[in-house]
C-alpha cells in the first residue's frame, strides 16, 4: 500500500445511522424552520416574565378592548389586558401541557409496550387486550369523572391526557420490540444471565429510539390540540391562569367584535403545531434509511 493509499485510508472514517439522520435532518428545510420555531417559541416561554411588555395581572378598564397600537402590539382584550403578555402566558402552559403530558405518554408507553412484546404470550395477550378496552372508552367521559372527582389543576390535566395519549405509544414499542427480541444481541444478552428488565432497558430500548422520537414529535401537537380543545369547553385551564386554548375560546365568543383576540392566539398556536408536524416529519425520514437519497 503506497504513502497516498494509507493516508486517504486513515481519512475514511465511518458514519452512525444517527450521523446520516442528523445530515439528512438538515436538508430538510421545513424539519429544519420548525426547529428553529420551536426552539424560539420554548425560549420565549422560558424568559416571559422578564421579556413581557406588561405583568401578567395589569389591566386597564378604561381602554377596554382595543386593536393593535404602538402601547400593545397585539391589542388588548375586555378587561384592558395586553394580549400579547396573556399570549406568552398562554404559550408557557400550552407547551408545558404538550411536553409534560407527552413524557408521561412516553414512560408509560414505551415500558407497557416493551414489557407486553419482550413477554409475549399470555402476558403479552393481557397487557394489550386491556389496551383495546381502554381505547374503547371515550376518553372526554373519563377525563371529565378525573376533573370531578379530584377536582380542576393543571398537574391533573397533564396526567389525565398522558393516561389517555400513551395507548398508541404502547401498540408502537410493542410491534418493535416483537421484531426485535429473537435478534442474535437479545439472545446474547439472555445468554450472559441478564434479567429482563436490563435486557429492555439496555437493549431493546434504546434499539427502537428511532421510531419513539418521531411519534413523541407527533404526540405533542396532537397534545395541545386535545388541552386547546378541553379549555374550549372549559375543562382544561381555569382563570386567571391561562393558555392558548383558552383565549382562543375567549376570542370564538367575541369575534365579531374584536378578531384580533381569536386572530392572534389562533395563529400563534397553528404555527406551532405545523412546526411540530414538520419536525415530525423530517426526523421520520431521517431515520428511516429508506427514504435517503443519497
Known sequence: MTANQTLRADTIQGRSLWQDA???????????????????????????????????EVQDL???????????????????????????????????????ATTVAL???????????????????????????????????????????FGRSILLLFLAIGCVEWLTMARIVRGQVLS????????????????????????????ILGPIIVYVTLTIPSVMLLEAFLSFLGLGIQ????SWGLLISYGVETMEEYPWLLLYPGLVLSVTL?????????????????????
Open 22 to 56: 442528523i445530515t439528512r435532518l438538515r436538508k430538510n428545510h421545513l424539519a429544519m424552520a420548525g426547529l428553529v420555531i420551536l426552539i424560539i417559541m420554548v425560549v420565549v416561554a422560558l424568559l416571559t416574565p422578564w421579556i413581557a411588555p406588561y405583568s401578567y
Open 62 to 100: 378604561d381602554l377596554g378592548a382595543s386593536p393593535p397600537s404602538a402601547a400593545h402590539w397585539l391589542g388588548t382584550d375586555t378587561f384592558g389586558r395586553d394580549l400579547l403578555t396573556r399570549v406568552m402566558y398562554g404559550g408557557r402552559v400550552s407547551l408545558a401541557v404538550g411536553f409534560i
Open 107 to 149: 414512560v408509560i408507553g414505551v415500558f407497557w409496550g416493551a414489557i407486553a412484546g419482550y413477554a409475549g404470550g399470555r402476558t403479552d395477550a393481557f397487557m394489550m387486550r386491556l389496551v383495546d378496552i381502554l381505547y374503547a372508552l371515550p376518553f372526554m367521559i373519563f377525563i371529565i369523572l378525573l376533573m370531578v372527582v
Open 180 to 207: 426485535l427480541r429473537q435478534q442474535e444481541f437479545v439472545e446474547a444478552a439472555v445468554a450472559m444471565g441478564l434479567s429482563p428488565l436490563t435486557i429492555i432497558i439496555r437493549h431493546i430500548i434504546p434499539n
Open 239 to 242: 382563570p386567571p391562569q391561562s
Open 274 to 294: 405545523f412546526s411540530l408536524n414538520f419536525l415530525g416529519d423530517g426526523l421520520r425520514d431521517a431515520l428511516d434509511p429508506k427514504t435517503s437519497k443519497d
